[in-house]
């Protein structure tokens, strides 16, 4: 079965407006599922426009990891949250997205991910950069996303803001 927006008058179909999403915020949500249970994380992450992939880092154990080595699929949500409006509607801009999930092991790779994402989501990235020695890197756990399918969701969200 195959599903779309069905509110057309919300739908964002600007492949540029739906990348701005995935670059501007600073955290996504990913559904992920294991033997039929459901788990659910936020990560921060950088979005690499050129290789359309999503790169995060995270501890190197745990359940994500568990989960995400049993089945690789992920669903995941980026949102730009403007609260509710004097309407009291909610206004918002959502990205959808689904893709493959991966560990990183190559060192250039991982530098690449780490300075994609420390740029995205750092106010002061280049003097968290300079503390990057490749002893650390190495031990750095690092993961990418990649999205094969994006949609983008709108509603009363200020243009100017994305
Ligand atoms: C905005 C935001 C950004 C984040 N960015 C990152 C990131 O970049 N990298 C990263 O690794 N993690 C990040 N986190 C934390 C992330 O969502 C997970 O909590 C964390 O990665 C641990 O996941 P795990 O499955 O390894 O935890 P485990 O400790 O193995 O999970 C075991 C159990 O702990 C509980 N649990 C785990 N996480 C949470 C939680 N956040 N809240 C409540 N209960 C929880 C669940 O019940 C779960 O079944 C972020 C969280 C937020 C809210």
Redesign the pocket.
């Known amino acids: 079965m195959s599903f779309y927006v069905r509110r057309k008058d919300r739908e964002i179909t600007d492949l540029e407006e739906l990348r701005q999403v995935l670059k501007t915020t600073?955290?996504i949500s990913i559904a992920i599922c294991r033997n039929n249970e459901p788990?659910l994380?936020?990560?921060?992450?950088g979005y690499d426009e050129a290789k359309n992939c999503l790169y995060?880092?995270?501890?190197p154990?745990?359940?994500?990891?568990v989960?995400l080595k049993a089945n690789n699929s992920v669903w995941g949500q980026a949102l730009l949250d403007f609260g509710v409006t004097e309407e009291c509607d909610y206004a918002y801009t959502s990205v959808h997205f689904s893709g493959r999930m991966s560990l990183i092991e190559d060192l250039a790779e991982k530098q690449h991910g780490l300075e994609v994402l420390v740029r995205q989501v750092s106010l002061n990235p280049e003097a968290k950069l300079a503390k990057i020695t490749p002893e650390r890197l190495e031990k750095t756990t690092m993961g990418r996303i990649d999205i094969d399918y994006m949609s983008g969701k709108k509603h009363q969200s200020p243009k100017s803001r994305v």
């Open positions: 600073k955290y788990y994380i936020s990560l921060s992450h995060f880092h995270c501890a154990e745990g359940k994500k990891l989960y």
